[in-house]
């Protein structure tokens, strides 16, 4: 089951990776923007499960929703960043690596203690969509439109 | 494992990734200012979502 799960929550970022061969490096990083969003979302309801359920103490809500917070602020930051450099450069992909590399460093040192087991595969495919959009990016090539 | 119960979980699995391949195939054809705005959208919501599980609403009685 947890196999199942793991390969459920990892197959959009696959796909994505899969397919950002054939576009452009805007385009990728803002289908990896909506991907980290997309896991985000998938998050929030195990919480409010997790809290129906009373399996998650308020110190791990704090943390867990708070990190969530935080990678949702960053995304929107990078997402903002990736606009201005769309509007105002060629399509070269080494200015949209470095943003992304802003957004990953921006959330990598927060870290969660004892998050509960059913959690845990919905933070780490969170991070596998942050950690993707480089991996996007860099497999980017087609022409921005 | 009983037979059945292997084919309705391989079929469970099977109509996941349909779904998900579905989804990400509309999705693929996007250009970036539409993920873009669908991202911005998405991301509200979370975040309405997140400040509602920080500050529950009371119970009314």
Known sequence: MVTRKRFLLLFPLLFLLVSSCSQDPYTAAMAGSKDVSDA???AIPIVHQ???DNLISQAQQNDVLGYLTKVTLANQDFRQTVKQLHSSIGTGPAPYLNA???FL?????????????KLQPYLNAVDAAIRGIEIAVSNAKGVPH | MDPTLAVNLGLSILDSVLGEIAKLKAQHG???DQLAAMADTQDLDNLAAIKALLNPAPITQ
């Open chain 1, 105 to 117: 460093k921006a959330v990598q040192n927060q870290t969660i203690v004892n998050v509960p087991a």
């Open chain 1, 40 to 42: 985000v979302s998938s």
């Open chain 1, 100 to 102: 992304a590399d802003v």
């Open chain 1, 50 to 52: 997790l809290q129906v």
């Open chain 2, 30 to 32: 996007l250009t970036g």
